[in-house]
């Protein structure tokens, strides 16, 4: 049993190290980051359907929490 704790063990600290890495090197969170370092970053983790999604409008009435969530909708006309 204490092996078996052990191997549990260290399978969750590999998983936090490579948690924490992954973090480390999200430069279009790093503030710090020259702007275009910064959008480079972020544009090459985007899929397409998500790029797609941040460029549509839609009307408020269709904007259903599954809408937003599904189609990555960018902004809302008629909110204002």
């Not at 408020?60 to 990555?72: H, I, L």
Request: glycine share 4%; net charge positive; hydrophobic share 45%.
């Amino acid at each position: 049993m204490a092996i078996l704790s052990q191997r549990v063990f260290m399978i969750l600290v590999i998983c936090c190290c490579a948690t924490f890495a992954e973090c480390m090197t999200m430069k279009y969170k790093d503030p710090t980051q020259p702007l275009r370092i910064r959008i480079n970053d972020l544009m090459l983790r985007m899929t397409l359907e998500e790029k797609i999604g941040q460029m549509t409008q839609i009307d408020k009435s269709a904007a259903t929490p599954d809408v937003m969530k599904n189609y990555f909708i960018g902004e809302l006309q008629g909110v204002y």
